[in-house]
């Protein structure tokens, strides 16, 4: 697992392609994820409860996710192989 988030676990795939969260509580998500030029290049909310974002369209390389929920905030980096 990336990181348990209260009630939120995060989970990326051994490829790096695909990140799967599960939001137990249906708590409301803000998810970014930032390149290493800082620039935002996916922007997702969302209150479901098993969620699947795929990244194979983005490049290889060292990205941050940004997921804020409530007034908590994470950040964590991801390569996408």
Do not use: P, W
């Amino acid at each position: 697992a990336l990181e348990e988030y209260d009630d939120v676990d995060f989970k990326i795939d051994a490829s790096g392609e695909t990140i799967y969260i599960n939001n137990k509580f249906l708590k409301t998500i803000h998810f970014e994820l930032i390149n290493i030029h800082g620039q935002i290049v996916k922007k997702y909310c969302f209150d479901e409860e098993n969620i699947e974002l795929s990244l194979s369209e983005l490049d290889k390389g060292a990205y941050f996710m940004n997921i804020i929920i409530g007034d908590k905030q994470m950040a964590q980096k991801i390569v996408v192989r």
